[in-house]
Structures are given as C-alpha cells and as structure tokens.
C-alpha cells in the first residue's frame, strides 16, 4: 500500500505551509531518511525527510503552492501501485477528531524536533558524501551546456543549486576566443545598430515571497498612518558610551536601547501593546518586541519575548543570539512569534525618515531613522546636537491620532532623559 506524504504541522499555531522545492521527481527512487523537498513555514525552511523506502509515485503540489497542514502533498510506494490521480486533501487517518495517527505523528514530531538543526544535519550529510548540493533541473541543464555544476555558485538553502543558477553562471561567461575573433573580423556595417542587454529574471518565492504576500496584504487592509518626530540623541549616546566603556563583555547597541525604552513606553501606554485580528483587540500584558533583521535579500523579524521582565544586558544578550541564530538560520519558529510591537531601525544607512509598514496582526511600528548633526542655539551660543527622526506608524482602526501621539511623546522623552528608564 502506497504511503502518504503530509505537509507536517511543526507547531499549534501553524495553519498551512508553502512547498519551495521538491528535490525528487516522479518515478524517482526514495530512501528512508533521504530529503524529497523542502517548505516553509512562518519563514523557517525545512527539509521534509522521507520515512520510506520505495518509488515517488505522485506529488499533487509545486514550489510556491500553499497547502493546509496535515493535507497530503504525494505518495510513497511501489511501482506502479494506484494512487489518487488528484490531492485527496486531509488523510484520513489526520481529519478522524480524537483518532490517532501513528504515521503522521511520527513525521510531524521528528520532524519539528529537528526543526532548528535541519540545515546543520543536511550540511553535515553533503559534506561527508562529497556532494554538490544541485536540484535535478540544475543538473540537467549543466550537462545540456557543458557546465560544470561544481563552479556554479547556488542561491538555495545550504548553497543548493537551483535552474536558475546554472543560467546565471551562462550568462556571466566571456565569450569564447573563436566568438572573439569572429566579432572582431566582422564588417562594422553588419554589426546590429542596437541590441538590448540580457536582464535576468527570478520568480519571487521561499521568505520572499512570504514577506510580500504579507507586506501587501498589511498595505492594503490597515489604514495607515505615520507620525515623524525629531528626538535628541545627544544623552542616548553619551550614556551607550560610557556603559561600554565599563562593561567591556557586553557591548550595547541602540536597538537594545530602544526595545528597552519602547518596552517602558508600552507599559505606560498599554493601548498601543495590542493585536488585532478577526475584529478583535487582544491587550497584551506582556511586551513582545520583533525587531526587522535583513539576511541578503530576505527580511525576518525575530520576536524579544517578555522584555518588561529584562534589563538591559538582558535585552542586549537575547538580541545578539537572536541575530545570530536569524543570519546562520538557526531561528527557531517560536521565535518568530508572539510579537505585540515591532521596531524597524535603518539608522545605519543615509535614511532620515520613512514610513514602517505594520507587522500584522500588531497595531504599530516603530521606525528609527539615522542620527545627523544639527545646530541649535543654547544659552545664546550656537552649538552642534545628533538629531533623529522618528516614525510610529499604527492602524487607525484600533489606535487614535491622540494616543498615537502621546506614546511618541513618552518615546521621546525616554530618549532625551534616558534616567526615566529607572523610575
């Protein structure tokens, strides 16, 4: 009997997952243990491994398709065993309320247990076997056009070579010296007046994909509505200096200076610390902080869980083994989650202000721009101050102009008088 392939529920809130690449085609031969393709989830990539020996007899699903968990996205069996020429959707085994279903439960649980050391296991097993790590479409094309895939440089997950890859490496080659030549000897007369340059192409998918769909979808259901506001930098970073330059083993940032004064400001203005969802306000007690992180072209927003329970060095401890864990992705999905307000901080570019678009289902963000020199008068005399601006961008469905502006004021006046921070 032909045995299914499930789109595995990785945790209790997980609804659906997104298939980014199977790495077997029909009729291919399967082992226990071997990967067959890779999904997403709340932009954490996983290989699903398989927990047969046998032959890939269908898959109902292609890179970038959403499926509901616990659905059946293929089968496993012998060849030419009958298998349902379309997705019979939910098993069986899966949809019977209370039942149990041995089977997927041991995919489910396996699989979310390696969750987070996926990507170290399948380094681990390409290294030790030698391999490059390619998908079969690579491989083809590489052969069709005498590349080798070994000098090909991958875009996928682990550095896995995908199609795409191989056409890239094509277009970026010299031109053979027979070409050379033969363009050289050519009349000019015959060479084309113009001729447009390549342009490459490539299909938004994996966290890509996802941050979009969720960008557009926040954009185009939640009003809203941004408010700039100058802030003086000048005790902020004089304070950020000397804790420095006294605590040497931890070194503070201004995103850790910032989760700390908008976890105060969120405690004072619990109106703001609110999510928003199928017409409902949840008012959270605890202050959840995502702060924005961009790896190469994806952007992930990892969550400071309980930050009215930390201290600085606290704040600055977790935030550095989030970083980490983002950039060598190792995220754990609870760490993605859970988050009540989220901070976006571009100060280290040229960017004085722009407008953050909200994490749904938060009711606010907070962006921070970059600190530039500004004169100002004191005392008579005129003098140098670090200015930056600003942006609280929330949903005016649920958060008001005026109390939107009130907690700007408490940020502000956290910023300017950070000894605030302790009373």
Request: glycine share 6%; net charge negative.
């Amino acid at each position: 009997m032909a045995n299914e392939i499930f789109m595995p529920k990785l945790s209790s809130t997980m609804a659906e997952g997104t298939v980014i690449e199977w790495f077997k085609e029909e009729g291919d031969t399967v082992e226990v243990g071997e990967p067959i393709l890779e999904i997403m989830t709340d932009k954490i990539n996983i290989e699903v491994e398989s927990y047969n020996d046998g032959i890939l007899l269908k898959k109902y699903f292609e890179a970038d398709d959403v499926v509901p968990v616990n659905h059946v996205i293929g089968f496993i069996g012998e060849a030419g065993e009958s298998v349902p020429d379309e997705a019979p959707g939910e098993s069986g085994a899966a949809s019977e309320e209370g039942s149990d279903a041995p089977a997927e439960s041991k995919q489910q649980d396996d699989t979310a247990e390696s969750a987070t050391s996926k990507s170290e296991v399948s380094g681990k097993r390409e290294s030790m076997i030698g391999k490059v790590r390619a998908t079969p479409a690579a491989r083809a094309h590489a052969r069709n056009n005498d590349v080798d895939i070994k000098h090909v440089t991958g875009s996928g997950r682990n550095g896995r070579i995908h199609k795409a890859d191989v056409v890239n490496h094509l277009s970026t080659q010299t031109e053979t010296p027979a070409k050379q030549t033969s363009s050289v000897n050519e009349p000019v007369s015959s060479a084309p007046e113009s001729q447009a340059a390549p342009v490459r192409t490539e299909k938004l998918r994996g966290s890509r994909k996802v941050t979009a769909d969720r960008m557009a979808d926040s954009s185009s259901t939640i009003p809203h509505v941004t408010l700039n506001f100058e802030v003086n930098m000048d005790t902020l970073i004089e304070l950020r200096k000397n804790l420095n330059a006294r605590h040497e083993d931890v070194k503070v940032s201004f995103n850790d200076l910032f989760i700390l004064i908008t976890s105060k400001a969120l405690n004072l203005h619990p109106d703001v610390n609110i999510t928003f969802q199928d017409n409902e306000i949840s008012y959270h007690e605890e202050r959840n902080i995502s702060l924005a992180v961009a790896v190469d072209k994806e952007l992930f927003v990892p969550v400071v869980k309980n930050t009215e329970k930390m201290g600085l060095f606290g704040i600055s401890k977790e935030i550095r083994r989030l970083i980490e864990d983002t950039r060598s992705r190792k995220l754990a999905q609870e760490d993605m989650t859970g988050g009540t307000f989220t901070i976006s901080n571009l100060g280290m570019y040229s960017i004085t202000s722009f407008t953050p678009i909200i994490n749904k289902p938060q009711a606010a963000i907070l962006g921070i721009g970059a600190t530039t020199d500004q004169p100002a008068l004191k005392d008579g005399a005129l003098h140098n101050r670090k200015v930056a601006t600003l942006s609280l961008s929330f949903d005016h469905r649920v958060i008001n102009g005026a109390p939107a502006a009130a907690f700007c004021d408490t940020i502000k006046k956290l910023v300017e008088h950070p000894i605030e921070l302790i009373l």
